[in-house]
């Protein structure tokens, strides 16, 4: 009898003692969340009271602004965020798990939602009438946004852009320039100065250590001037240097400011069909000097860096502007009214020229089948890094907004990587300069560390 009796106590206490220990666990949870919730909430309405992603808002100053980019959901009345989120809603894998699932019918099953998304938009009466207020440019865009399969008119004679020739290793840079049939003169200078393809010597070094190179390829990329607006007819032009170069890429639209958006995607989308091997992308403007001697040291460092197979597939290195507020001023070339866009942009590399890795680029053009095409193309990319949950790194030597400092010295274009603006015989110069200076300035650091080691000194 006494023996049956301990043995039901024991099992009393094996059951009965864990289940009071897991209910005072949960007391004391309930009350330090409860606490904690009321502590943090009093506090946050003292100061900011939203969510700020990471990366968005690199200087602290910004903060105070009462927007991110995340909040443009709640500005459904503007076109362009209304019309994203519809196919945010679409692509979302929460709420349509079923969705990615479909595979046979790939292209398809991307561009149907986007184009869908934009005819629901688009047939709304309040959207309509805001559509009728838009400036002329801007309807011009609105009414083409869901377009983005033009033909292609010219081609590079290489599998990947101009010189290909004789190479031992997959290339290391494209260089994709942005330009118009009209810049003849810029594509020259290029061609004859920091465009130069095939094998590229490296910043010079000590010469007992010797030179590192690379090869280097080049594209420029063009959409058609209309002839009857212009009065001439310049395709017969671009065929011939087509023939004689073979770095041009041409596609049927109209080379517009609104439509430099095209060039990104349609780029992406070749890149993706030929370009399988090349390591990094070089995307700017054709009026800017590039120190390429210098990129491809850079690039050849990052290279060498500890994880840099994992790092490459974010890669994307340039002027970085974060947390940007859309131009309102009516008559500039920005001018984004906050019918069409509300909310900040989201942080990203001055188009005037930036660097990414060939696997970023790949990665790009997948998301951006799931982004709305946007007037401002830096800003476009910007919104599809930020999809791909990945953030452009900010290098001072980039200076798309040309030298801070008035003075140029001996050395100033060896410490850069890439300066706006330059004319083509500011170019044909700089790039003699360069050559000149080359014994003096060979061991000058890139703006960018001297100014850490300003940093240290003070
Ligand atoms: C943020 O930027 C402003 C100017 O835009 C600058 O004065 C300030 O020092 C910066 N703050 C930080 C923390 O970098
Ligand atoms: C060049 O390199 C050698 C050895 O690597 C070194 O002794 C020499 O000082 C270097 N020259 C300069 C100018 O730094
Ligand atoms: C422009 O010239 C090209 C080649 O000479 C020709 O194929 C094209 O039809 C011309 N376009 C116009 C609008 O005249
Ligand atoms: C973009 O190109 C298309 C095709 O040529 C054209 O119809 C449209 O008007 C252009 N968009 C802008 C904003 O110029
Ligand atoms: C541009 O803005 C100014 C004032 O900000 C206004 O007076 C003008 O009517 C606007 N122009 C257009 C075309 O909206
Ligand atoms: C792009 O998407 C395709 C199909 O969805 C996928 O097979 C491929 O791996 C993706 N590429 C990259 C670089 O993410």
Redesign the pocket.
């Known amino acids: 009898m006494a023996r049956c009796y301990c043995r039901w106590r024991n099992v009393l206490i094996c059951v009965c003692s864990p289940c009071i220990c897991l209910a005072l666990l949960f007391i004391y949870a309930s009350v330090m969340l409860y606490w904690h919730m009321n502590t943090t909430a009093s506090s946050s309405t003292t100061e900011t009271n939203h969510f700020v992603a990471s990366g968005i808002l690199r200087n602290s100053s910004f903060a105070p602004l009462p927007k991110t980019f995340w909040e443009l959901h709640l500005h459904g009345d503007a076109f362009w965020n209304h019309v994203q989120r519809v196919a945010d809603w679409h692509f979302n894998p929460i709420l349509r798990p079923n969705h990615?699932k479909g595979g046979s019918d790939?292209s398809t099953s991307y561009e149907f939602p986007l184009r869908r998304s934009f005819s629901e938009v688009i047939d709304q009466d309040s959207l309509r009438r805001n559509f009728d207020k838009l400036p002329q440019q801007m309807q011009a865009f609105v009414s083409h946004m869901h377009l983005r399969d033009y033909p292609t008119l010219i081609q590079p004679d290489g599998v990947c852009g101009a010189g290909a020739k004789e190479e031992k290793k997959p290339p290391l840079l494209l260089l994709a320039i942005k330009t118009t049939e009209l810049d003849f003169k810029n594509r020259q200078a290029i061609r004859q100065t920091w465009g130069q393809v095939g094998w590229v010597v490296g910043q010079k070094r000590n010469s007992s250590r010797g030179e590192g190179g690379a090869y280097i390829r080049r594209v420029f990329l063009l959409g058609k001037e209309s002839p009857e607006e212009m009065g001439v007819n310049l395709s017969e032009l671009l065929q011939i240097e087509s023939k004689r170069y073979g770095d041009i890429l041409q596609w049927d639209f109209k080379d517009t400011f609104f439509n430099l958006t095209l060039k990104d995607v349609l780029f992406w989308s070749w890149f993706?069909r030929s370009c399988g091997q090349t390591r990094f992308v070089f995307k700017g403007d054709d009026d800017v000097f590039v120190n390429t001697p210098k990129m491809i040291t850079y690039l050849q460092e990052q290279l060498k860096k500890p994880k840099a197979r994992k790092n490459m597939k974010d890669f994307m290195v340039g002027d970085v502007i974060g947390a940007a507020i859309p131009n309102r001023v009516n008559n500039s070339k920005y001018f984004i009214p906050d019918s069409f866009y509300r909310g900040l942009y989201p942080a990203y590399a001055g188009g005037g020229g930036v660097v990414y890795s060939g696997?970023l680029t790949?990665?790009l053009?997948?998301?951006s089948k799931r982004v709305h095409l946007f007037p401002i193309d830096d800003v476009y990319v910007g919104m599809c890094m930020i999809r791909l949950n990945a953030h452009p790194i900010h290098h001072p030597a980039f200076l798309t907004f040309d030298f801070p400092e008035k003075k140029e010295e001996l050395c100033s274009y060896h410490r850069v990587l890439l300066v706006h603006k330059r004319s083509p015989q500011q170019l044909v110069k700089l790039w003699a300069d360069l050559n000149k200076t080359q014994t003096q300035c060979w061991d000058v650091p890139l703006r960018d560390e001297d100014e850490m080691k300003e940093k240290r000194r003070h």
């Open positions: 990615n790939k993706s696997q790949k990665r053009h997948n998301v």
